[in-house]
């Protein structure tokens, strides 16, 4: 009996299939894609996405890589022997060719800086209005001071002349390179020799503290470091400025007078509410 009925069905599937053949003209075959794109798109902490983000080329500055060496290099001199001795020939060196002294490092430490203003007035425009630029200024000389001042009073190295023990870091030094770095920062866009003049003249300020007897190399090149990586820091806290001083509706209640004497140099900001 099951047998009758399997064929029984089997014999109704094949006659219904007979009446109503598939034809060729009624199947249609998908081609696969030639090529499939596949996106991977992330929700990022600011609820943004997109794959210009995702993508995008992470590049650190290379002054910045530089000056976290140059402190580097100062920091380890004071307990490297052979680093040390490097000190010492340089300045042996500077006693046997270089034997008198000059103030001209003096001055020259605040030549960039007083470029970054300079420069505007002949044309050449910068990345930041007056406002913006005399804040990073004041930011980062502020900022260079405290761990110049910092670094003297804690580490008490002797200067070459025997002066006195606040040898390192060199604040000459680290003055010329806020300024350099303040032009590189604004001007580099337009012309890299801008920048490249104020690291030169940056780094002959350094040189003639080594001539005169006041600092060793390392106290130098420590300099440098702190000077960077200072300005580095003025420009990061340039938005929370902004905020804190509501630049936009008390554009002119910020005042910022720079005071530059024979021994010394300081920043006069009054703020009016």
């Known amino acids: 009996m ?11 599937y094949a006659n219904t299939f007979a009446q109503n053949p598939v034809s060729s003209d009624s199947i249609t075959v998908q081609q696969p894609p030639e090529s499939i794109n596949l996106q991977v798109v992330r929700p990022l902490d600011s609820g943004r996405t997109g794959p210009d983000i995702l993508t995008k080329n ?16 100062g920091v380890i001199a004071q307990y490297n022997t052979p680093l040390r001795g490097l000190d010492m020939k340089v300045k042996n060196a500077r006693e046997k060719y270089f034997a008198g002294r000059t103030t001209i490092d003096d001055y020259l430490q605040y030549l960039p800086a007083l470029s970054v203003y300079a420069i505007d007035l002949m044309g050449t425009r910068p990345k930041h209005d007056v406002t913006d630029r005399t804040l990073v200024m004041a930011v980062s000389h502020a900022i260079m001071g405290l761990t110049v001042q910092t670094l003297k009073h804690t580490t008490t190295v002797p200067r070459p002349d025997g002066s006195n023990t606040k040898s390192f870091p060199s604040g000459h030094t680290a003055t010329a390179f806020v300024g350099a770095h303040i032009l590189y920062k604004e001007y580099g866009n337009s012309s890299p020799w801008i920048g490249i003049s104020g690291y030169m003249i940056a780094g002959a300020t350094g040189a003639l503290r080594i001539v005169n007897n006041k600092h060793w190399l390392s106290d130098v090149v420590a300099g440098a470091g702190i000077g960077i990586v200072s300005t580095e820091i003025a420009y990061l806290l340039l938005p929370k400025l902004h905020k804190l001083w509501s630049k936009k509706e008390n554009i002119n209640a910020l005042s910022i007078l720079p005071v530059v004497g024979s021994k010394q140099a300081r920043l006069s900001i009054t703020y009016r509410f």
């Open 58 to 73: 992470h590049r650190i500055d290379p002054a910045l890589i530089a000056a976290g060496a140059f402190m580097g290099y």
């Open 2 to 12: 099951r047998i009758t009925v399997l064929i029984a069905i089997i014999f109704s």
